[in-house]
């Protein structure tokens, strides 16, 4: 398997403009997670999805931010619009419902710059 | 406390062993993680212990888990440069669940 996937790497965007972060999580995983790391707060969660549907959203910094799930092989994470605030590294996981230690694969993350 | 705590830093030198350390934040966790970053990559999963375990090793790598304590600890012996690298420590409260990580070890080996 060729592991989470998520696109772009990297995007550089300027205050105001919509951004769209997109993963593939692992085949038959059934869990989904977006996170996002940054210096001052480290990694934490924004949302998580169980077969395509949001179970804990309680982590989106606000209304700006939206994610969904249109399908077990796509998750979007959307910022309309972006402020330099959100400069950060979004990552998104994947984990099966049963794996012997519930274990969370990650992605290699998309690195957002907004000036 | 409410936070997962590691310290930010440990340098060691290349062939000794590095030790570090994390306390959690919940003592009914059910899954406690090691995870290993390099510079501008993402996590890879290093080792997991279940929390009924309080010792588990793999190959250069041991954890020990102290549950009254919340203590968490991953000590890699044989330090290799190539082991240089930000450790994080990430707890699930049940499971399938998200991650609450620490904010990071920074471990730098010295040749």
């Known amino acids: 398997d060729a592991g989470v996937i998520q696109s772009p790497r990297h995007e550089v965007t300027e205050m105001g403009q919509e951004v769209t972060l997109r993963c593939k999580p692992i085949?038959?995983?059934?869990?989904l997670f977006w996170y996002r790391q940054t210096m001052m707060r480290g990694l934490e969660l924004l949302i998580y999805f169980n077969n395509n549907v949001p179970i804990d959203d309680s982590g989106m910094p606000e209304d700006r931010f939206s994610a969904k799930m249109p399908n077990a092989s796509f998750s979007t994470l959307k910022i309309q619009p972006s402020e330099p605030r959100d400069s950060a590294v979004y990552f998104c996981?994947?984990?099966?419902?049963?794996?012997?230690?519930?274990?969370?694969?990650f992605g290699p993350g998309t690195r957002l710059t907004v000036l | 406390g409410e936070d997962v705590e590691q310290s930010l830093f440990l340098s060691v030198r290349e062939g000794d062993s590095s030790v570090i350390n994390c306390t959690y934040t919940?003592?009914?966790?059910?899954?406690l993680y090691w995870y290993k970053q390099e510079p501008g990559a993402g996590l890879q999963l290093l080792t997991y212990i279940f929390s009924n375990m309080d010792m588990k090793q793999d190959q250069r790598l041991t954890v020990l888990l102290n549950k009254k304590d919340k203590h968490l600890s991953l000590r890699i012996a044989d330090t290799q440069t190539g082991d240089s690298a930000i450790y994080f420590c990430a707890e699930m409260w049940s499971g399938n669940t998200p991650l609450v990580f620490g904010k990071g070890t920074r471990l730098s080996v010295i040749a």
């Open positions: 996981a994947s984990s099966p419902t049963s794996g012997s230690g519930n274990e969370q694969f």
């Open positions: 919940d003592s009914s966790s059910t899954y």
């Open positions: 085949s038959g995983h059934d869990y």
